[in-house]
């Protein structure tokens, strides 16, 4: 089995959930929130943080609608993905977000009872479910 090291992506217009994962051994950790500008990253500061984890997939949370349609912070999100994919020659998949921030919460609700929990953010919490959501059914859309 061939171990892919994947980084996945909470995208947002102030703040992005960073996470990488290890298919080997199925486990993500989150990373630090990286600062946004209304939806646009520093791309040399990214770059620099993708060259240090070395990552072979990259995943990108899709935000779509409860009735699975498609909004303008949708839109912006796969246009990120594209660029990341362009520049980086990394493949890249868009993975449905719905419902992963609560689950991101919860999550860590349960870090703080056992005092695990330093100073994750839900963003972050929640781009390594996306991790470990692939890891179970890797399946996406393309962007």
Not at 56 to 61: A, D, H, R
Not at 64 to 72: G, Q, R, V, Y
Not at 93 to 121: C, F, P, S
Request: glycine share 6%.
């Amino acid at each position: 089995m061939t171990s892919q090291l994947i980084m996945a992506f909470d995208f947002g217009t102030q703040k992005m959930g960073m996470a990488v994962g290890q298919s080997l051994i199925e486990s993500a950790n989150p990373l630090a929130l990286f600062p946004m500008k209304d939806g646009i990253p520093n791309w040399d500061e990214l770059h620099k943080i993708i060259k240090q984890h070395q990552p072979t997939l990259f995943l990108v949370g899709l935000p779509l609608n409860m009735d699975e349609t498609e909004s303008e912070l949708s839109a912006r999100a796969r246009k990120f993905a594209r660029r990341l994919r362009h520049q980086t020659n990394i493949e890249t998949w868009m993975v449905d977000e719905r419902l992963t921030t609560r689950a991101a919460r919860d999550e860590l609700d349960g870090y703080h009872q056992q005092g695990r929990a330093k100073n994750i953010a839900a963003d972050s919490m929640a781009a390594c479910l996306f991790i470990e959501s692939w890891y179970r059914n890797p399946e996406g859309l393309k962007p």
